[in-house]
């Protein structure tokens, strides 16, 4: 498949992709397992922040994450294009079940009894750090299995279905998860999310095998690696795409914070907690379902970049508020931006990669993007430590601002795309 060949769309069915069984299995398992691991992200968040006390402790969660997931991408990108990738993607989900279990014993009564904060702590730490590993090869593989699922002509829907699935349950792993944890406990929490990822297992079972091309078997390690590096770096739409995607994320990062503002600033509880975690993602998903019904047609560099700077603003907006529905509104409608930003660049990349590099190119992407939440966590733990928790949140909203501003007169590559 020739990444350059044109692609056109024969239907205007906004429902095309998902009603390809194979497509729809994925799309059921992934939104299961995201659900999962968004539950698992919020309830760390919160528990973290309760054994310590200290916003910079939030951050450090997102540091012994990130750490592994950037040293791991290049090699499991190369792995990923050489591999069955059904294989790799049941081999991660149950890993994570296992990271999943071992959590559920750190929250019992008995490590409480025996074991300080401190030293708890410590233990999510480390735990998180070994999901690091897991979510540099099952991340790029999602994303390389969707072209695999679907023909070439429909990838645009399903791409916009991709990302809808997975800001969808972002929706519901974070809003439940707070809501669980004000209902059940953390632990009880974590027994919900064995049982989620358990089903997801049952569920991404279900799919083909598909095995790896054999221009990527044939390549060396080091070689494979350096390829999709210059192909991220050549294709000048995709590395803009990455690029501010990147430095957005990573100074916005006020989703970080939020459980600061929940408990001391706006005094909500685990439960108001969940939902403002939530926001975000519920104007995403928003958006995403308007996008998958009414796709953009033209100038879609220009509205990415314009998405991106709003999004800066509402993250200003949030800081400044003391009412919950104000800061609500400010994510929800900063989440609408994101959303817009999710399809460009998801679009960008699968009609730009060839399917022989899709592990590889995806990886890249991971680390630019994915990988660039955690840091931007540890970025907003530091700042807040610096700063103060609502001056950080400001300074990150003005940065984004300021990175759109120079991307907008330095990449008109990407000021001018259309698809």
Known sequence: MDSNTPVTQVTNDPFVAIRIPEFKNLMLGRFTFITALRMMSTLVAWWVYELTGDPFAIGLVGLSEVIPALSMALYAGHIIDKSEKKKIVLTGVTCYFIVAALLLFFSSNFIGNHFSNHTITIAIYITIFFTGIIRSFTGPTFSALVAYTVPRQYLQNATTWTQGTWLSASVTGHATGGLLIWLLGITGTLIIICVLISIALLLLSRIKRKPPS????????????????????????????????????????????????????????????????????????????????????????????????????????????????????????????????????????????????????????????????????????????????????????????????????KAPTLRKFEY
């Open 214 to 409: 054999t221009q990527s078997i044939e390549k060396k390690t080091w070689e494979s690696m350096k390829e999709g590096l210059r192909f991220v770096f050549k294709t000048k739409e995709i590395l803009a795409a990455f690029s501010l995607d990147m430095f957005g994320v990573f100074f916005g990062g006020a989703a970080a914070m939020v459980p600061v503002f929940a408990k001391d600033i706006l005094k909500i509880g685990p439960q108001g907690f969940g939902w403002l975690n939530a926001a975000i993602d519920i104007g995403a998903i928003t958006i995403i379902i308007l996008l998958t019904i009414f796709p953009m047609k033209k100038a879609q560099g220009k509205k990415l970049m314009f998405a991106v700077a709003g999004f800066g603003i509402c993250i200003i907006l949030f800081a400044l508020s003391n009412l919950f529905v104000l800061s609500f509104l400010a994510l929800m409608i900063a989440g609408m931006l994101d959303g817009i930003s999710v399809v460009v660049r998801g679009t960008v990349m699968q009609l730009k990669t060839p399917d022989h590099m899709r592990g590889r190119v995806s990886s890249v992407g991971s680390m630019f993007i994915n990988s660039s939440n955690e840091l931007g966590q540890f970025e907003s733990g530091v700042a807040a430590k610096l700063m103060g928790v609502i001056p950080s949140v400001i300074f990150g909203g003005c940065m984004t601002i300021a990175v759109v501003t120079i991307a907008w007169f």
